[in-house]
């Protein structure tokens, strides 16, 4: 308004209309004066009401009728010219709304006179619309007039004309409806009464109505008359009107003011009574119409459908039913059937073309499609309107692919059909383009022959119609072919994409609405509650009834959209067209799965599985499926049988994959097309995207994945992905390039699919888990009973789902696994090897996620995760528990830290592991076991230190690889270690634990089971640890038993100190006896067969060569072990009740390994008895020396192989005995053992000493090849210990038990030595040492007689049998001991090589044992017990052998030795045998003694040839020594000894002065006779004795002299006879005996001159003399003589003489004298 009412521009208004008025003035001054006089007057008007006026516009307007006047008569002058220019000013005086509506009538009268004119007639109209549209003034009849107008001008000759009169109608009658709205508006505030109209009440009952109101009633009601051809009631002055106009007209005000319709009853009125029966009416042609049906054989004549009516009626009804549905419902539904039934295949083309497209703006209005459901499919008796549409459009689809198109009559344009289903003829639109003699397919669909191209018809969700626009068609248009089917199609597609995008959406908000809602009720105070908990039901209510909704509008149109979209996606040769229909069917599939519609659901599911897999593919669970009931029968829509078309094999598809089918037998090979890979993607997105809603159906989605992956050959990966495997079973599978490089995205697409699995809820998930597991099932089914390879999609799917729901495992692990682990089971290797991959793969994934609470904080999951692993343990298949395995290896590498209560599981997997099972899987479990103990102890619960004990014991036992038996022995050791070390943690947490498990026991009322009960619990551990290792001692493999049995003591000794003393008493009694049992028994029952080898090449030493040997090992190592614990231990062993049965035990154990017929193990029983003895007794008082004294046994001769380890060191202890006995037993002070149970103790080992001595030393009845005789060391080890042991027993040492030992002793030196043993223990012969043995021997003895010495006087009776013992060892050098019946060879006669027995050299062993003798003599010749028990004459007697045979003694020192012992006894004993005298205590000794000397001074035993000169002096001084002794020792005495001896004696010397006295000469007594000392020291001896001594008695005076003379006159014979013979024999020479005597003699009687000189003058004879002198004569006649030796005896012999050469004395002097 402002523009025109400006001062500019009114001014120029003013100024134009002056001027356009005197234009006119100017152009009618001729032919029309008054209207130039009317003009003019209009200046001078115009010029007053500018003048008077301010408001000059309001006045202007109340003069607008005489201001108008000028101009409407100019118009009458009919003058083109002047009513251009007329016309022109009304229009701008119009504009700027001058004109009044008086002025307005006579312009519009003025404007009615021009129209029948013809006159202007494009410029009347444009006036009109001017008038019209700039103010409102005109009403009522001058509006009709004026409406009338612009219809006449429309129906004239002139084309321009009559268009602009059609525009300018459509405008007016638009500018009469925007009045009204306007008027509307205005009164929108004032709120009035409405007055209700009837329904039968008068059309014409506009009372009510407002101004504008009513003028739009007016012309609405006549346009509906007029195309009813009824006569207008308002529009007066209508000559002709067409329907299609009218119809067009309506449309146009229906569509543009909708809300007029809706908001005036009187309007409402109107739509119902009058606009509605009129469609139906004007309908009925179409309907009855059927093509084909030629008019004859009708009864009357149908009239034809009318293009041009029909196509508008469409468009009526579609603006009715889309804006007005909800006021003619029973109307809409007429109209529905209506369009649903012009689909009909027997409607003309053009007339199915525009019904599909008036469905396609329906389909695209989904809550018009909403409330068709609610008002006719939710209705009872209604028809299913909603149903029929979507059902029609699909058998509008089939039928366009089973009736062949039959175009307009006009364009028959059918192509026929030729072999390869193509067209023939190609017309512009059939859609195939011949290029080059290649064919490119444009984008089509075809089935069965028919091909019918997709043409781009709209942009999707808009239904842009060609047809219903083409206005100004008046013959049916040519119908392009696919039109319709792609139409069609896109109602499809916007149908589904409408409903479910508002469904979705709805159903958001009521999510979001209820999330809220329940927020808000959980925060709501008291007071609000009431309303809030009403609004809450209010929306239940809501949603029920949208749900209800929702259900049915799926519900009715699933089954035909289903029908249609998989005939379409069978047909689609197009892949966009493929990819929107797969999108419906996912679209529809996800909303039925959100809905819960299973049915319909996994019937979209089936069809898009269908269509991803290729034709007729056996897929069981795609036929047996409630969705599929629907693929093979046909079901009715209203009436009509619509066929489901299963797909066609024939498609024109590019084949993209051929590979084999998933199946037990696969017959030949099956092909893919890009369709089918197109159909798999969308498979996969909805899964992806809408898994959440699938549910059940996962179970068809999955399998047909599963077969498609197998196809094209996927093969699953690390983590459960696919990926593209080799190629697979030969050469079957064939893929492009095209599909090569899609896979690694579909193989990535699988892997987002579970991935998203994490999004979905825990009931879909398991839904997820439970389709996966029962493919696996059935894969498993398959792959029973052959080896091919398996179908894995199922298991790595599962484990991909597992890993990506770490965060919620717990409410999928049990089923996930529990498959798994039946998966684990599979006969097929490779099957197999995925489930344990997956499964171990989920546990270790488990383990390491970040779980929350943390996994140490929820010990129930860990133990969860780590429950499979257990189970795996119950399946035999090696190849799985190698993966279950290496699964621990990597969890206690990863996660072993914090493992916590999940230990015993894990152990119990290494443990699990059977001997059978393998190297393999042994050596994987023992790396896990080391990896524990080297690094997770510490980690671990206490109460799993057992079960890792008993793992590593089992372990041990295994018996497939040594190297792991012994490896895990030491395991053991380092767990024995790390108990040491932290003992007291562990004691204090096993004390907790016990306390708690106790407390629970009582709890439920049963007793508390656990092995070694009622130890403390930490002392159990270390029980359970010596127990196993107790096992592995006697575990058949020699290596182990070593092993372990060197662990188990070591441990017991290191370890041993941190058990609780009464622990001790099962320590000893259940592990260390029972072991000696065991190996006892073993080793005694051991094969004696010789071990060839020890397997492959390996050489077994010859001491090791039989299991019987190799027992006798573990023997000796058990043994020596438990020995040791003893000794080192006693301090704590005593205090316990029944030590001394254990010492028996031990002691019987001693023994009869001693007693074995094995020298190693009997030695070394000796060891250990040894040790045992060696035991330091219990420390009394506290001030002894902490650390307690070495052995403090005098143990003379130990040799070093044999002492113990007990001996070689003290062994050291941390803290003292008191301290530690303290601990035991804090409240008393320790035990002291009583004096009494020592000495039992002791005398139970000398009596097992004594009878392993008896028993081993007897000497066998038989002798054969195996006899066995104890060796050397056994025998020496033996006797060694006697010392050792006396010292505790001497106190009651008596002479019984004397004489056992002696029989020992003896026997034990009689033992003889095996030939191959003997150069190792044998001196040689000449060297005189002695054997071990012999030492031992020698020692035992000596301790005996040492304590005898110092011991009571009661113990000197024993001096005698030691004496014994001592000669009969003596008497060896002469006569060596016999052993039984056994034959020995002298040394030097044995061969080494054979199995001879050799007798020892006895005689060092003798010598010694002699000056033992002679040692101990001279301590204890005058003891009572030894003078009374002639021991002199016993030693006598024995040194009288050896003296006796003197050269032919074994050895030549034996006799010597004899001879000087003899001398040094007799130096001491003489004395003591004078001084008993009386007693007659030695009257026996001396007959003896002087056997002694015959037999020795006068030997019948020869020397040896070889004896030298210097030999044979020294020898002859040794039998001087003797004479002299008897000259110094027994003769001086003679008074005190017997005469028979004294004159034996005499006799003797005698004999041994005159030697040479008898006649025979042999060569003995030349020999003999060479001993010129000793004759003279005989000589000597006689001389001396007969005349030195005062004679006591006459007789011996007479012995002697008569002894004298007769040696001189054999001296006179023999020189006489010598001087004969030499005489006769001249030259001869005489014989060497005669001239050996002569010299003997002569130098005897130097000798005897000698003596006699020396000799006090007064003991020699007269006789004497003489008889010597008168030798004198004799001797001189020698001198002839020729021999030069006796020549210078005779010198010897006569120098003498001159001290008989004196001067006689004078008589007187003599008689003076």
């Known amino acids: 308004m402002s523009g025109t009412s400006s001062p500019e521009a009114v001014k120029k208004l003013l100024e134009n209309m002056q001027s356009d008025l005197r234009a006119l003035s100017l152009e009618c001054k001729k032919k029309f004066p008054p209207v130039k006089e009317a003009a003019e007057s209009g200046i001078i008007k115009v010029k007053t009401i500018a003048a008077r006026n301010t408001e000059i516009l309001a006045a202007l307007k109340e003069n607008s009728s005489e201001v108008v006047q000028p101009f409407l008569m100019g118009c009458g002058t009919k003058e083109p010219k002047i009513t251009q220019l007329c016309l022109a000013a009304i229009q701008r005086l119009m504009s700027h709304e001058v004109v009044s509506e008086t002025a307005a009538g006579n312009i519009i009268n003025m404007l009615w006179q021009l129209m029948e004119n013809s006159l202007e007639e494009l410029k009347l109209l444009q006036t009109v619309l001017v008038l019209l549209t700039t103010n409102t003034v005109v009403h009522d009849e001058s509006l009709s007039k004026a409406i009338v107008l612009c219809f006449r001008l429309h129906f004239t000759k002139d084309n321009i004309t009559n268009n602009t009169a059609a525009a300018t109608v459509r405008q007016v009658v638009t500018v009469v409806f925007e009045r009204m709205v306007a008027e509307d508006e205005r009164h929108r505030d004032i709120i009035e009464q409405p007055v209700l109209v009837q329904g039968n009440s008068n059309r014409r009952s506009v009372s009510t109505l407002k101004p504008c109101a009513k003028d739009a009633y007016m012309l609405f009601q006549d346009l509906c008359q007029l195309v009813n051809a009824d006569a207008p009631y308002w529009l007066v002055g209508m000559t002709e009107m067409t329907r299609t106009f009218g119809l067009e007209l309506l449309e146009s005000v229906l569509n543009d003011f909708p809300q007029v319709f809706l908001q005036h009853q009187e309007f409402s009125f109107l739509l119902k009574e009058r606009v509605c029966p009129l469609v139906i009416k004007l309908f009925s042609p179409n309907i009855k119409f059927r093509q084909g049906s030629s008019s004859s054989s009708s009864p009357a004549p149908v009239e034809k459908p009318y293009f041009p009516i029909c196509m508008r009626l469409l468009r009526v009804v579609s603006v009715l039913i889309k804006q007005f549905y909800s006021l003619l419902v029973t109307e809409c539904e007429i109209f529905l059937s209506l369009l649903v039934k012009f689909l009909d295949a027997d409607k003309p083309q053009w007339l199915r073309a525009v019904a599909v497209e008036s469905i396609h703006r329906l389909c695209v209005q989904p809550q018009l499609l909403r409330s068709f459901c609610q008002s006719y499919d939710m209705k009872q008796h209604s028809t299913k309107v909603f149903r029929d549409i979507v059902n029609a459009l699909g058998s509008f689809i089939q039928s366009l692919f089973l009736v062949p198109p039959t175009g307009n009559p006009a364009t028959t344009n059918q192509a026929g059909n030729n072999n390869s289903g193509g067209p023939v003829s190609t017309p512009a639109n059939s859609g195939m383009l011949g290029i080059g003699g290649g064919v490119t397919l444009l984008p089509a669909f075809e089935y069965r022959g028919t091909w019918i191209p997709i043409l781009t018809i709209t942009v999707q969700g808009s239904a842009k119609a060609t047809y219903l626009e083409m206005l100004d068609k008046v013959e049916p248009p040519t119908i392009p072919e696919g039109y319709a089917m792609s139409v069609a199609f896109h109602c499809l597609l916007d149908l589904v994409r409408g409903i479910t995008s508002m469904i979705e959406g709805e159903l958001g908000e009521v999510e979001t609405e209820c999330h809220t809602t329940t927020e808000a009720a959980s925060s709501l105070t008291q007071s609000s509650e009431q309303q809030e908990l009403q609004s809450t039901s209010d929306q239940m209510d809501k949603e029920i009834v949208s749900r209800a909704v929702w259900e049915e509008m799926v519900n009715a149109c699933w089954c035909g959209l289903l029908a249609a979209l998989s005939l379409l996606l069978d047909a689609s040769t197009d892949e966009a067209a493929t990819e929107n229909i797969l999108k419906a069917e996912l679209t529809m599939a996800a909303l039925c799965g959100r809905l819960g519609l299973v049915t319909s659901r996994d019937a979209f599911i089936t069809a898009i599985c269908k269509g991803s897999l290729p034709p007729h593919y056996a897929l069981t669970v795609l036929n047996t499926t409630t969705a599929a009931t629907l693929s093979n029968k046909s079901y009715s829509i209203q009436g009509q049988s619509v066929m489901m078309i299963s797909p066609s094999s024939e498609s024109h598809q590019q084949v993209v994959a051929v590979g084999q089918p998933l199946a037990v037998q696969p017959q030949g090979t099956v092909m893919l097309t890009s369709k089918n890979i197109q159909c798999m993607r969308t498979l996969l997105n909805l899964a992806h995207c809408h898994g959440a809603v699938l549910g059940t159906s996962w179970q068809l989605v999955l399998a047909t994945l599963q077969h498609l992956v197998w196809i094209l050959g996927l093969k699953p990966s690390s983590g459960g ?347 000893i009694w259940k592990v260390l006896f029972h072991l000696l049992d065991r190996v006892r028994e073993s080793s005694t029952t051991a094969d004696k067969e010789k071990i060839e080898s020890g397997g492959g090449n390996i050489l077994i030493h010859h001491s090791r060569d039989t299991a019987e040997k190799q027992w006798a090992e573990t023997w000796v190592l058990t043994l020596a072990g438990v020995a040791r614990i003893f000794n080192t231990r006693r301090y704590l062993l005593q205090p316990l009740g029944d030590f001394s049965r254990a010492w028996d035990v031990l002691l019987d154990h001693i023994q009869s390994a001693a007693l074995s017929k094995n020298n190693e193990v009997s030695l070394a029983a000796l060891k250990s008895f040894q040790e045992i003895l060696q035991i330091v007794s219990p420390v009394r008082d506290s001030e002894k020396p902490e650390t307690p004294p070495a052995v403090n ?328 020594e003797v004479v002299q002794l008897i000259s110094t020792e027994i003769l001086p005495y003679a008074n005190f000894i017997p005469k028979e001896f004294v004159g034996q004696i005499m006799t003797m010397l005698n004999k041994g002065s005159i030697h040479s006295q008898s006649s025979s000469f042999t060569e003995a007594e030349i020999d003999i006779r060479l001993r010129e000392e000793f004759s003279k020291m005989c000589f000597e001896t006689l001389l001396q004795f007969s005349f030195s001594n005062k004679v006591t008695t006459p007789q011996e005076g007479y012995i002697s002299r008569m002894a004298l003379s007769v040696l001189l006159k054999r001296s006179q014979d023999v020189l006489h006879r010598y001087i004969e013979d030499e005489r006769l024999s001249g030259k001869c020479p005489l014989p060497r005996q005669q001239v050996t005597e002569i010299i003997f003699v002569l130098k005897a009687v130097s000798t005897l001159i000698d003596s006699l000189k020396k000799t006090q003058p007064e003991n020699v004879d007269g006789n004497t003399w003489a008889q010597v002198i008168a030798l004198y004569p004799t001797l001189v006649e020698c001198i002839t003589c020729s021999s030069a030796e006796v020549c210078s005896a005779l010198k010897e012999a006569l120098v003498p003489f001159k001290d008989f050469m004196q001067p006689p004395a004078s008589k007187v002097q003599n008689g003076e004298s």
């Open 721 to 1067: 992905a696919l990926k593209p495997g080799r190629a697979v079973e030969g050469p079957s599978t064939v893929l492009t390039t095209a599909v090569m490089t899609d896979l690694p995205v579909i193989s990535n697409i699988l892997s987002r699919l579970f991935e998203s699995s994490q999004y979905l809820d825990d009931v879909s998930l398991h839904h997820l888990i439970n389709a996966l597991c029962s493919l696996s099932l059935e894969a498993m089914d398959m792959a029973y009973g052959n080896n091919k390879e398996p179908s894995l999609f199922a298991v790595a799917k599962l484990l991909e789902t597992g890993l990506v729901n770490m965060h919620r495992i717990e409410i999928l692990w049990r089923p996930l696994t529990g498959h798994l682990l039946e998966v684990c089971q599979h006969p097929n290797s490779r099957m197999r090897e995925w489930g344990a991959e997956a499964l171990t793969s989920l546990i270790k994934a488990g383990l390491t996620f970040n779980h929350d609470p943390p996994l140490s904080q929820n010990q129930r999951l860990q133990l969860l995760l780590l429950n499979p692993l257990k189970e795996m343990s119950s399946i035999n298949h090696p190849d799985i528990r190698l993966k279950q395995l290496e699964c621990v290896l990597q969890i206690l590498q990863s996660q072993g830290d914090s493992l916590g209560p999940g230990w015993p599981l894990v152990l119990g997997v290494m443990g699990a592991i059977r001997n059978d099972q393998g190297e393999s899987l042994i050596r994987t479990a023992f790396q896990c076991l080391q990896l524990v103990v080297t690094d997770f102890l510490p980690t671990m619960p206490c109460t799993c230190l057992q079960i890792v004990v008993d793992v590593a014991g089992s372990f041990g036992l295994h018996n497939q690889e040594l190297n792991i038996s012994l490896t895990s022995i030491g395991l053991l050791w380092n767990i024995s270690d790390y108990f040491f070390q932290r003992g007291e943690t562990i004691e204090k947490e096993l004390d907790k634990e016990e306390a708690a498990q106790q407390k629970q026991a009582e709890e439920k009322g049963v007793v508390l089971n656990r092995p070694f009960h009622p130890a403390p619990p930490f002392d159990c551990l270390w029980l359970c640890l010596y127990a196993k290792l107790g096992e592995l001692c006697v575990d058949p493999r020699p290596a182990v038993r070593k092993s372990a049995g060197q662990t188990l003591f070591s441990t017991i000794g290191a370890h041993g100190t941190l058990l609780q003393h009464s622990t001790w008493h099962t320590v």
């Open 1193 to 1520: 046994v005098p143990v003379p001769v130990l040799i070093g192989s044999i002492s113990g380890p007990g001996l070689s060191r003290p062994f050291v202890r941390t803290d003292s005995i008191g301290e530690r006995l303290g601990r035991y037993n804090s409240s008393e002070p320790p035990e002291v053992t009583d004096e009494l149970e020592d000495l039992n103790l002791w005398w139970a080992a000398w009596n097992t000493w004594y009878r392993i001595g008896s028993e081993s030393t007897k000497p066998p009845i038989t002798f054969d090849k195996l006899t066995f005789i104890p060796s050397q060391p056994f025998l020496t080890a033996l006797i060694q210990i006697f010392p050792a042991l006396y010292q505790h027993i001497k106190t009651g040492f008596n002479m019984d038990d004397l004489q056992k030992l002696g029989v020992i002793l003896h026997s034990a030196v009689s033992v003889p030595i095996s030939s191959d043993a003997s150069p190792f223990i044998l001196p040689s012969y000449t060297e005189a040492v002695l054997t071990s043995l012999q030492e031992a021997v020698l020692t035992a003895l000596d301790v005996l007689q040492k304590a005898i010495c110092v011991g009571p006087e009661n113990m000197q009776i024993m001096y005698p049998a030691i004496f014994d013992q001592l000669l009969a060892f003596v008497e060896f050098s002469c006569k060596p001991p016999q052993y039984g019946q056994l034959e020995t060879k002298h040394i030097a006669n044995a061969k080494y090589n054979q199995a001879e027995w050799v007798a020892l050299n006895y005689v060092p062993f003798a010598e010694r044992s002699l000056e033992v003798v002679v040692d101990l003599y001279q301590k204890t010749a005058c003891h009572k017990a030894v003078v009374n028990e002639k021991v002199l004459q016993n030693i006598i007697k024995t040194l009288r052998v050896p003296l006796s045979l003197k050269y032919s003694c074994p050895s030549e020192s034996t006799w010597k030795l004899a001879v000087s012992s003899l001398l040094k006894v007799l130096s001491i004993g003489l004395p003591v045998a004078r001084q008993h005298a009386s007693s007659g205590k030695f009257d026996s000794m001396w007959p003896e003694l002087a056997n002694t000397f015959e037999d020795f001074l006068f030997t019948k035993s020869i020397p040896p040839d070889n004896l030298s000169i210097q030999e044979f002096q020294r020898n002859e001084s040794i039998d001087v």
